[in-house]
């Protein structure tokens, strides 16, 4: 298994440089079901940010994206259902998706609270105010 970095889902995504996003498109399409790409959270992190923040695309925008790359057979995410959660957190209460990846990993990992002094991510992806 092979694990990919951040630029090469943003060339899948943007397409802003058509000798990378070829490659790219190369390097995914010849993937398998037995030797699959494994991306991380952090690389999703890196994403949303890089999508929402350098590219201007609406938080459902990229939420969009990261879903159907969980849709892709040949692509694992790090713990699709915490991903998953997360998401369903910035659709449903519009928190950031970093904030609420932390509140589903926290979770998982038996954090009873998430403690912050991020007003918003404690509004909307459930953290508690310190």
Do not use: C
């Amino acid at each position: 298994m092979i694990s990919l970095d951040t630029n090469v889902l943003v060339r899948y995504a943007i397409r802003d440089d058509a000798q990378q996003a070829k490659r790219a498109d190369a390097l995914i399409d010849a993937l398998t079901p037995d030797d699959p790409a494994l991306v991380t959270h952090i690389v999703l992190v890196e994403l949303w940010w890089v999508l929402t923040r350098s590219y201007n695309r609406t938080p459902q925008q990229a939420a969009d994206f990261i879903d159907k790359l969980m849709d892709i057979e040949t692509l694992h995410t790090q713990d699709d259902d915490l991903v998953t959660e997360a998401l369903q957190a910035v659709t449903e209460n519009h928190a950031d998706f970093a904030d609420a990846l932390i509140v589903s990993v926290s979770a998982a990992q038996g954090a009873t609270q998430i403690r912050t002094f991020d007003a918003k991510a404690a509004a909307r992806a459930g953290m508690r105010p310190v």
